[in-house]
């Protein structure tokens, strides 16, 4: 089982940046492709970044491409999330996700094992 919790989330300018962070429990951290999504109230929780087990490949919602970067640190169990570039629109809940299988160009919610809780990130104008 593996334990997900954000953090890193808040309140920024657009314009600004914010690194999101998900610490994550549980010693198969390094066997599980790793995701970003998002949920703004009232909409379906959306896709932003995936990685493969290594941090060798990437994909990304094309709404955050050339902005946000995700990343992982497998030995110290973190996944991350750069934020660049804010705009309004990436006003949402943010959540970090273990997915089952390999890595997917658009990997749905439904191949999501496990979810944190979510961080807030807030943009303002």
């Known amino acids: 089982q593996v334990q997900l919790v954000e953090s890193g989330g808040g309140l920024v300018q657009a314009g600004g940046s914010l690194r999101l962070s998900c610490a994550a429990s549980g010693r198969t951290f390094g066997s599980y492709v790793m995701g970003w999504f998002r949920q703004v109230p009232g909409k379906e929780r959306e896709f932003v970044g995936a990685?493969?087990?290594?941090?060798?490949?990437?994909y990304y919602a094309d709404s955050v491409k050339g902005r946000f970067t995700i990343s992982r640190d497998n030995a110290k169990n973190t996944l991350y999330l750069q934020m660049n570039s804010l705009k309004r629109e990436d006003t949402a809940v943010y959540y970090c996700a273990a997915l089952r299988g390999g890595l997917t160009t658009t990997p749905m919610t439904t191949s999501v094992d496990y979810w944190g809780k979510g961080t807030l990130v807030t943009v303002s104008s």
């Open positions: 990685i493969n087990w290594l941090g060798s490949r990437t």
